[in-house]
C-alpha cells in the first residue's frame, strides 16, 4: 500500500545549526515528492518538489531535498536554521493525481 | 496569482447544524481538492474535482458531506448535521492539470468547531 512515513514526531535543534529532516515512501513506480510547511492554524506552503531528473532539489527559504530511490527517501535539508522556520513540515507523494501525507514532523527552533 | 482562498477562517457551530465552507481555487486551475486535518495529523484527502466533475470521494467522506464544484470555477463543501468528530480543519487545494504532475496549493483552512 502507499505510504509516507516521516519517523521524527518532533526535533528540536538551535538557530544557526543544520537541519534534515527524514522522509520515507513506500511506492512501485517513480514517486512524485513534495515537501510543505505548516505554521501554526496556517495552511500548508509549498518548499520543493521533484517529478523527475536531478535528484538535488531547491526549495524556497534555502531549504533543499534529495531523492535517494535505492532508499526510498526524500530528506529535506537545510544548512543553517532560523527562528521563523518553526512549524510542522509534511512530506507526501502523489497517488492516483492526489497527495498522500505523511504525519508531519514539528520543528522547534532555539535561539 | 491570489492564491486560493476559504471562506470562513473559523466556524463555531453547534451539533447537528449544517455548515458550509467555500473555496476560491487560483485561476485557471481547472482540479480542485478538499482534505481534512486533525490535530497531530498531516492532511486526509477527502475528494477532488476536475473542472465541474468530481472525479474522487474517500471513503471518510460520508453521506453526511457533499461537494460541488459548479461551473468549474469555486466549491463549497458542505456538512449536514454535524458531529463533534467534525471539528477539523478543512483545507481547499488547487492545480492545473499536467499530466499526471500537478503541482498543488493550498489555501490557509476553515477551522471547524463543533460544540
Known amino acids: 500500500a502507499q505510504s509516507v512515513t516521516q519517523p521524527d514526531i518532533h526535533i528540536t535543534v538551535s538557530e544557526g545549526a543544520s537541519l534534515e529532516l527524514r522522509c520515507n515512501y513506500s511506492y512501485g513506480a517513480t514517486p512524485y515528492l513534495f515537501w510543505y510547511v505548516q505554521s501554526p492554524g496556517q495552511g500548508l506552503q509549498l518548499l520543493l518538489k521533484y517529478f523527475s531528473g536531478d535528484t538535488l532539489v531547491q526549495g524556497i527559504k534555502g531549504f533543499e531535498a534529495e531523492f535517494k530511490r535505492s532508499q526510498s527517501s526524500f530528506n529535506l535539508r537545510k544548512p543553517s536554521v532560523h527562528w521563523s522556520d518553526a512549524a510542522e513540515y509534511f512530506c507526501a507523494v502523489v497517488r492516483h493525481d492526489k497527495l498522500i501525507f505523511g504525519t508531519g514532523t514539528r520543528l522547534q527552533v532555539f535561539p | 496569482d491570489t492564491g486560493v482562498s476559504q471562506d470562513p477562517r473559523h466556524k463555531i457551530t453547534k451539533r447537528g447544524q449544517n455548515v458550509t465552507f467555500r473555496c476560491d481555487p487560483i485561476s485557471e486551475h481547472n482540479r480542485l481538492y478538499w482534505y481534512r486535518q486533525t490535530l497531530g495529523q498531516g492532511p486526509e484527502f477527502l475528494t477532488y474535482?476536475?473542472?465541474?466533475?468530481?472525479?474522487?470521494k474517500s471513503r471518510l467522506l460520508s453521506d453526511r458531506f457533499s461537494a460541488e464544484r459548479p461551473k468549474g470555477s469555486f466549491s463549497t463543501l458542505e456538512i449536514q448535521r454535524t458531529e463533534q468528530g467534525d471539528s477539523a480543519m478543512y483545507l481547499c487545494a488547487s492545480s492545473f492539470d499536467s499530466g499526471g504532475r500537478p503541482t498543488i496549493y493550498f489555501g490557509e483552512g476553515s477551522w471547524l468547531t463543533v460544540v
Open positions: 474535482f476536475q473542472n465541474e466533475a468530481q472525479l474522487e
